[in-house]
């Protein structure tokens, strides 16, 4: 499989996940997008500072040859991907409870541990 193959591959499989799937939905919002924003100019930078010092080197079979300063386009498509399946799979686990909210301060089972210390 080809790095756009796979970066294609997992556009879909984010897309699907997000809208049909899990039903997060975070694809739809302008919060994504401004936030995706942010990361996308950072990825910018971190692309072109390794990929113009040769830290990584691309197989041009491998890649469609459109490039972003000197990254591959299929490097943005892959960061799409782990970014918004990153926050896709945290809403959906937070929905469910996986993270239940604490109140402010330490957490009980610290305080109980503290105390049992100082005896």
């Known amino acids: 499989m080809t790095h756009t193959e796979a970066s294609l591959l997992g556009i879909a499989v984010t ?12 694809l ?17 930078i971190t692309n072109e500072w390794l990929t113009s010092r040769g830290v990584f080197h691309y197989d041009e079979d491998a890649i469609l040859g459109w490039r972003i300063g000197h ?8 960061g799409f ?3 918004a399946q990153s926050m896709v799979w945290w809403v959906w686990w937070g929905r ?14 610290l305080m109980r541990f503290a105390r049992r210390s100082r005896r």
Do not use: H, N
């Not at 739809?28 to 910018?44: C, K, N, P």
């Not at 990254?71 to 892959?78: H, I, K, M, N, S």
């Open 81 to 83: 991907s782990l970014v």
């Open 96 to 109: 469910r409870g996986v993270q239940p909210e604490t109140g402010p301060g330490p957490r009980p089972e």
């Open 28 to 44: 739809t919002r302008r919060a994504f997008w401004v936030s995706y924003a942010i990361v996308l100019f950072f990825q910018l």
């Open 71 to 78: 990254a591959p386009v299929e490097d943005f498509l892959f």
């Open 15 to 26: 897309v699907a996940l997000d809208l049909w799937v899990l039903r997060t939905r975070l």
